[in-house]
Structure formats: structure tokens, C-alpha cells
């Protein structure tokens, strides 16, 4: 079995600039367009264009198709160590705007999480609940 060597993308090499990995968009504004298909995938590049035109679009964040690429080429630790800061700034973003709070159970923020690519991978996501966030949440969920 051959090894297989490990590209870095935590920085761009021809400009030496950080890689940004998630995108933010909301409040009608929106860090990316319609033209980011390639980076943000189909649903992330049109909900940013979508929140840009001030279509009314609840707030949320897009993980970029570079983080999965990275997580290909460098493995799960590494990207979840480049991307946390990013991810956790994002959920920040999306409580201030909900005034909702993430794993609060009295004003429980709720999120959609979906997979998004450059191009459609029909039947390509599940979703899944572990039993204690399910629990959680509909117990605060009740009135």
C-alpha cells in the first residue's frame, strides 16, 4: 500500500493569505454570491445570493468545498483544527442574529445542517440525531 503524501491548505501558497473556510450570511448581507458555486457549492453560493438580493433568508453559515477537499488531502484532526475557530464564529454570528442560543434548552437554537457539493450528489446525505441531543431538545421543546 502506498503512502500517500499530505498537501497542506491551511494558507494559500501564492499569496500566503489564510485559507478561509466558512462563509457567513444573514442580516442582508452576505460574505459570498451566486458566482462562488465552486467554493461554496449550489445551496451555500445561492442562499448568500438569495440573503444579497434581500430575499429574506434566515441566517446561517456555509463550510466551504475547500474544507472538504482539506479533510480528503489532510485528514479529519487537522481540518477540524483549522476550521473550529471559524465554525464556532459562525454558530456566534447565527445566535446574535436568532437570539437564540446553541444547547440552550429554554431558547434552543436549532440548526439545519445540509451537504452541499459543487455539483448534485442526489442521495448523498443522511442526517442523524444522537439520542442525548434529541432528548435535549425535545424536552425543551414542550410546553
Known amino acids: 500500500m502506498k503512502a500517500i503524501a ?5 494558507s494559500n501558497s501564492s499569496t500566503g493569505k ?3 473556510y466558512v462563509y457567513f450570511f444573514g442580516k442582508g448581507k452576505a460574505e459570498g ?3 462562488m458555486k465552486s467554493l461554496l457549492g449550489g445551496k451555500g453560493a445561492n442562499l448568500a445570493e438569495m440573503c444579497r438580493l434581500g ?3 434566515l441566517s446561517g453559515v456555509t463550510i466551504s468545498t475547500e474544507a472538504c477537499t482539506a479533510f ?5 484532526e487537522a481540518v477540524f483544527k483549522r476550521i473550529e475557530a471559524e465554525v464556532l464564529a459562525g454558530v456566534r454570528f447565527v445566535e446574535a442574529d436568532m437570539g437564540k442560543q446553541f444547547g440552550n434548552n429554554s431558547a434552543p437554537l436549532l ?6 457539493a459543487r455539483a448534485s450528489m442526489p442521495g448523498m446525505w443522511t442526517r442523524t440525531w444522537t ?3 434529541c432528548k435535549n431538545w425535545c424536552s425543551a421543546s414542550r410546553p
Open 131 to 133: 439520542p442525548k441531543t
Open 72 to 76: 480528503t488531502q489532510d485528514g479529519r
Open 6 to 10: 499530505k498537501k497542506k491548505s491551511s
Open 111 to 116: 440548526l439545519s445542517v445540509r451537504s452541499g
Open 18 to 20: 489564510k485559507t478561509k
Open 55 to 57: 430575499i429574506t433568508v
Open 33 to 35: 454570491n451566486a458566482a
